[in-house]
């Protein structure tokens, strides 16, 4: 909301000019540069949009000093707790946690779609085996938009919410095919009956030659990193999505490039690239000659898994994460799982250590889920799939937001311009040597 009491003075090569200050419901306020330009002749420049709200949106609030995450105003940790996925789905989608009528037919729509066209299974045939298969979903998704023809008006309310639901329904089975590509299975169609965690464990973990009952404690698991994983207001991916979409792209190109930007090692990449640490150090007496690499500079080497953007504290989700390892190692009777200890070590070190108390580096979602992933059988070139498999409903959510917002423009960044000034072309033959 705009709020007329409030604006920031800014004075800019002698001419002052008021720039209006907004209000959110909770949050730091907002200087409304939007007119700034035409005023001033200038731009502002914020590489990493470290101080930049690219949108007005009501789905997601982070605290990244205090370590709060809400979804539609709801805690992380109760929607984990008591929530399932589908309903955190209905809630980031449609703004309102579902009745119980709601919820059916939701669960009934979704359902409804979770089959993917028979002309898509021979798309994978086109993949080497060895395709990391993120490789795989940014095709497969891309691949959609020729699929679902009709859904990808973008203008008609009832096909967005059509591409929505498909979305929704459809990643599972494409990420549990991408999976079973890999490794040389037969592809395993859904199951409806089964809660939607549950529905893609078995889609990648069954074989047709015999019964497979899912393990409701791994499915609880499975549905809570979801969960976990649904929405994070405007990072990279989610960012990449909403700038895809205002161009008027169809929904299924716009979620293939949120799941592009995804796949990098400083975002979704980080859980596999955090398990592979864990693997390297192998051992908790490794623990301080790794932290003494990380803090040389001239190792180029991270903690994976540590330090967000946002949060300056404990990520909520990374609790929640540490927790449920816990309770998946202890169901599958894993004792001492080396890969635990290394991590548990690692937290301990770099949380009393001033190089990470300093840069307030704390644990983030993705520090404990790769051990969580693992024991459940899945390999680490999937792990990325997941985290995208998840997120595919803030995204879609986020992209509704954005196509439904009057004020909605294609997303034009401009630039500090630092290259040659205006100078004439030379013919080859007069360029020297
Ligand atoms: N290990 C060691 N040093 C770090 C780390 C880390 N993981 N993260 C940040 N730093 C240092 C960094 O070197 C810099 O130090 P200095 O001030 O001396 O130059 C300082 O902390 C600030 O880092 P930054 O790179 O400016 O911070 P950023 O906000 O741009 O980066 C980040 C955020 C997530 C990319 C970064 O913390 C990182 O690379 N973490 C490891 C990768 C990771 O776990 N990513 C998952 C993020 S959560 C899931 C998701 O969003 O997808």
Request: hydrophobic share 40%; glycine share 6%.
């Amino acid at each position: 909301m705009a709020d007329a009491e409030i604006s920031a003075t800014l004075t800019l090569s002698g001419k002052t000019i008021e720039l209006p200050v907004r209000s959110g419901t909770i949050g730091p306020d907002v200087v409304d540069i939007g007119k700034l330009y035409a005023q001033t002749g200038s731009f502002t420049y914020d590489p990493g949009f470290t101080s930049t709200a690219s949108c007005e949106s009501k789905i997601t609030y982070i605290d990244g000093d205090e370590g709060v995450l809400l979804y539609r105003g709801y805690p992380i940790e109760q929607l984990a707790e008591h929530g399932d996925f589908l309903e955190t789905c209905y809630l980031l989608y449609y703004g309102e946690l579902p009745t119980p009528s709601q919820r059916k037919e939701f669960d009934k729509n979704i359902t409804y779609h979770t089959m993917v066209h028979e002309q898509m299974t021979r798309f994978f045939q086109g993949f080497r085996r060895d395709a990391h298969p993120m490789a795989v979903m940014v095709e497969v998704v891309g691949a959609m938009s020729a699929f679902y023809h009709d859904s990808t008006d973008i203008n008609d309310p009832r096909q967005r919410e059509i591409a929505s639901h498909r979305m929704i329904a459809k990643l599972p089975t494409i990420a549990a095919m991408a999976y079973k590509y890999h490794i040389g299975q037969p592809f395993v169609y859904p199951q409806n009956s089964l809660s939607y965690a549950a529905n893609f464990l078995r889609m990648c973990f069954a074989v047709p030659c015999e019964e497979y009952v899912v393990n409701p404690i791994l499915a609880r698991a499975m549905d809570r990193i979801f969960i976990l994983h649904a929405d994070h207001e405007q990072n990279a991916s989610t960012s990449t999505v909403r700038l895809a979409g205002s161009s008027g792209a169809n929904p299924f190109a716009c979620i293939a490039a949120g799941i592009a930007c995804l796949w990098g090692p400083a975002h979704g990449g980080a859980n596999e690239a955090a398990l592979q640490m864990l693997k390297e150090i192998g051992d908790p007496s490794k623990v301080n000659d790794f932290i003494t690499k990380v803090k040389d500079k001239t190792s180029h080497i991270r903690l994976m898994g540590f330090g967000h953007r946002v949060y300056k504290n404990y990520d909520p989700r990374a609790k929640i994460m540490q927790k449920t390892a816990h309770e998946v190692l202890a169901e599958l009777g894993i004792k001492d799982d080396p890969l635990l200890e290394v991590a548990h070590e690692l937290e301990k070190a770099a949380l009393s250590d001033p190089y990470f108390i300093e840069r307030k580096l704390y644990p983030n979602v993705d520090f404990y889920s790769g051990i969580i992933l693992r024991a459940l059988g899945f390999p680490t070139s999937m792990f990325t799939v997941l985290f995208a498999l998840a997120r595919t409903v803030g995204w879609i959510s986020q992209w509704k937001e954005m196509i439904e917002d009057p004020s909605q423009k294609i997303g034009r960044p401009r630039q500090l311009y630092t290259g040659s000034p205006r100078r004439d072309y030379l013919p080859l033959s007069k360029r020297g040597k």
